[in-house]
């Protein structure tokens, strides 16, 4: 029993000859003092709190500080870090603490597969913070307060995760499910008297079994390659479409350009005509005569080859076709 | 005097002795039946603190006052649907009559023993009477599924009529009914680890494989069905886009070519004659180049006084 201590044995006092009752004396009274001082005082530090028994029996409670108890083993004290977090770990194990805290999961797969609601498999590692509320329930209600503690914490989380499906716990069930647990697990730690503070259950990591993994790395995958398809496809859109909107419109205005310049031409060409036209009429034979010297001159100096031939000699004309070469020069 | 005063030593020192063997302490966690040979004599007693006996002829025997641990070895055990389960559970109790637990089982490990006993019973029994999901759920909560399985999983998933909770009460009722003729409570009985056997476990990982699979296609197709929509829709926008212009520019130019026609025709009506007159000159402006040959003939407006001066002339 961890909490008895021995009854001080009884204390036989032998006197050796030769040395006097007074030096017997004040040894014994020197001894005597020392074991008062070194089994009476005592200090509890800040962050605990001191139990004090007496012949076993719990008598007093006290705070951090330098404290005074009955000595000789007649009062015992048993200190209690109620101000400390403490933690478990479920799933794995932290190896070495620091600023790149190692951290070991293998061989804990007992501890993380669970079954999921809808009957699959998931794999679950957890932290449990807690702190002793209660030192004297802590101490003397339940033998084995941690694993107690570790038990229950399988227990519960293996119920939440029992009703709930493998999707949610993956996704979005996880703050959900660590407040559902520290929950329950608190109710069991109330019900079995521990003590104990349950300050947070969290999931630390949520995964599908390793031999379901790459399946549900897939699933990830393909909805990364839907959106690639997707993004594509519009990409290419976004590419063609703008683009033939503005050729679209240039083919617009470019036949607005066309209409304008033919109307344009249209007016502009019937204007001069109308105004040479009401000239003309005024000396119609004159100007049609003049008109069509101007035009001559103008067009005569532009041809190549000029043939006059009188009137009667109409049949010249297929001879002149043989000599066609003539007219590159 | 020195003789006399060794004898009030010898008579402390007795005293001390007997006291000693008399004097025992109780601590919190413990209760403590006094036995004279071998027989229970006397209450337990249960309050902490400093006790006395009759010395040499009396005993203690401390027993645990605490909540205990029983942690059950993990069983396989077979549901009502004859699946292999893993089971592994613990439970809490405490020696409530030690008076009866110190005649009936005498220590603690005699006590786990029965324990085992009666709880892997227990729970053996309330396994084989039910399916697995009354195992596994607490609940009928609503569970949410991957949109691609919920119908499929919604027919899947039965609803369970006790649960976990219930089986797991059921298990401790039966328990109750045996503890306490060793003097035990038992307080809670929980599952701790529950998984399929290890043949099975394979087909549940091949079952929720083909289910991710499923919906990893699903997402698949998807992207590529709609990735077709979307191509289609460009080329239909693209169609309708240029032909519209098409069709818009064609209206434009044709409206045009309409409205010079009659504006020609407006201005040329007022004379056809002097147009074709006008607009002939203007073509052989614009059509003789220096290819072409031009035989004029003498009888002709322009060299007609190449023949003649001035007999026409008036």
Redo the contacts between chains.
Sequence with gaps: ?????Q?S?????QIPKGISRRAVATAAAVVAAVVFLATGFYTIAADEVGIV??????VRTVDPGLHLKVPFWIENVIPVPTQRKLKEEFGFRTLQAGVRTQYTSRGYE??T?????????GSVEWIVQYQIKDPVNF??????VR??LR??S??VM??VI???????VLT??RTEVGVAATVALQN?MD???TGVDILLVQPQTIT??D??KP??N??N???Q??????N???S??QE??PR??G???Q??E???G???E??N???G???R??A??QE??KAKDVT?RR???E??R???P??????????KA?NV?PL?ELSGKA?QK | MKKLSVIPIVIAALIVIVVSLSAYTVSEVEQVIVTQFGRPVGDPVTQAGLHFKTPFVQTVNRFDKRWLEWDGSPEQLPTRNKKFIWLDTFARWRIADPLLFFKSVRDERSAQSRLDDILDGAARDAVANYDLIELVRGTNREMVFAEELADVKRQEIKKVEHGRKIILAKILEQARKMSPQYGIELVDVRIKRLNYVESDRKGVYARMISERKRIANKYRSQGQGESARIRGRKERDLKQILSDAYRQAEEIRGKADAEATKIYADAYNRSPDFYSFTRTLDTYKETFDRNTWLILSTDGDLLKYLQKAGENAQ
């Design positions: 029993m961890s909490y008895s201590y009854q044995g009884s204390q036989r006092l028994l007496r012949f076993g029996r719990h007992e501890e597969l669970m079954l999921t609601g809808d009957l699959n498999i101490l003397f209600r339940v033998r084995n694993d107690t038990a229950a399988e227990a293996r119920e029992g009703d709930r499906s493998v999707n949610e979005t069930g069991v019900q079995y008297e599908p079994p031999p379901v399946s549900f897939e699933v995958q393909s909805e390659e839907r959106a690639r398809l997707i594509e496809a519009e290419e859109y063609v479409i033939a909107r050729e679209a419109e083919l617009i470019t036949a607005r066309y209409a304008m033919r109307v031409e249209a007016k060409d019937s204007k005509f109308i040479i036209y003309y009429a049609r008109l069509y010297l035009a001559m103008e067009v005569l532009k041809v190549g080859r000029k043939i006059v031939i009188d009137e109409k004309l002149l007219v």
